[in-house]
Nanobody
């Protein structure tokens, strides 16, 4: 059983920055990959960035060069540093963790709004 707690969302002006955090807690699990997805109104959920335990990362083309995903394995925490934010980045951002044998877990989402 895994519980995810997300934080860091909010309202920011275009060109600004935010850092999202997602911490996993519980017992009897081991995390392989962690990542961030987002969903804008009326659109499908899309991958933003993922990172493996070995810190190999992937990014959506739309965020490359602007976002950085990182993780602290000891704390079971994944971060998303978002710089040079654009209005198109406005969405609910969801944390995801992949456990070794217990399946995937999703956070409840945190709202990121980029507006002038």
């Amino acid at each position: 059983q895994v519980q995810l707690v997300e934080s860091g969302g909010g309202l920011v002006q275009p060109g600004g920055s935010l850092r999202l955090s997602c911490s996993a807690s519980g017992s009897g699990f081991s995390i392989h990959a962690m990542g961030w997805y987002r969903q804008a109104p009326g659109k499908q959920r899309e991958l933003v960035a993922t990172i493996t335990r070995g810190r190999s990362s992937n990014y959506a083309d739309s965020v490359k060069g602007r976002f950085t995903i990182s993780r602290d394995n000891a704390k079971n925490t994944v971060y998303l540093q978002m710089n040079s934010l654009k209005p198109e980045d406005t969405a609910v951002y969801y944390c995801r963790v992949d456990t070794v044998v217990a399946g995937d877990y999703w956070g409840q989402g945190t709202q990121v709004t980029v507006s002038s």
